[in-house]
């Protein structure tokens, strides 16, 4: 029979400073998907949102960006991320009822439907860009950072600096 008795002391910390509370986070990146804007007219009309990056985890080139993206883009990443074998989440739906002509509303272009699917876009991205795996793909970085996206691209991991 063992005698070993299961040691139950806590564990030693270090005593922690208000700049340890309240000082920045070791490592941070926050994503806001944010000012959807409605632009053209007829069957070219579409909706474009500003996604805003701050970050410090090295694996990103740049600390801040900001960039313009429709919901197509949205899709594009996530087909790409799902071609890498990362689990990935959906993106809010597509509505294709909104889309019928007559409707009496603004349809795809209604404010609420807009803030909803903006809501969404922003929980999709931030679980995306969270995932450690997701991180190390050039699409995200692309996606997060480039002005104009390359969907021509290779695709390959990013290395850290």
Not at 36 to 59: A, D, H
Not at 73 to 84: K, T
């Amino acid at each position: 029979m063992d005698n070993t008795i299961a040691d139950t002391r806590r564990l030693f910390t270090k005593p922690q400073n208000l700049n340890d509370a309240y000082g920045p986070p070791s490592n941070f990146l926050e994503i806001d998907v944010c000012n959807p804007e409605t632009v053209g007219v007829g069957r070219n009309r579409y909706t474009t949102y500003e996604v805003k990056l701050k970050t410090n985890l090295p694996i990103f080139k740049l600390k801040e960006s900001c960039v313009q993206r429709r919901y197509s883009d949205f899709e594009w990443l996530r087909a790409e991320e799902r071609e890498s074998k990362v689990v990935v989440p959906p993106l809010p739906g597509k509505a294709l009822l909104r889309q019928f002509p007559f409707r009496g509303d603004d349809g795809i272009f209604d404010e609420n439907f807009i803030e909803e699917r903006r809501q969404g876009l922003e929980q999709f991205l931030n679980k995306v860009a969270g995932h450690p795996l997701a991180q190390n793909e050039r699409c995200l970085h692309m996606f997060l950072q480039d002005k104009v996206l390359d969907k021509n691209y290779t695709p390959s991991k990013i290395r850290q600096a």
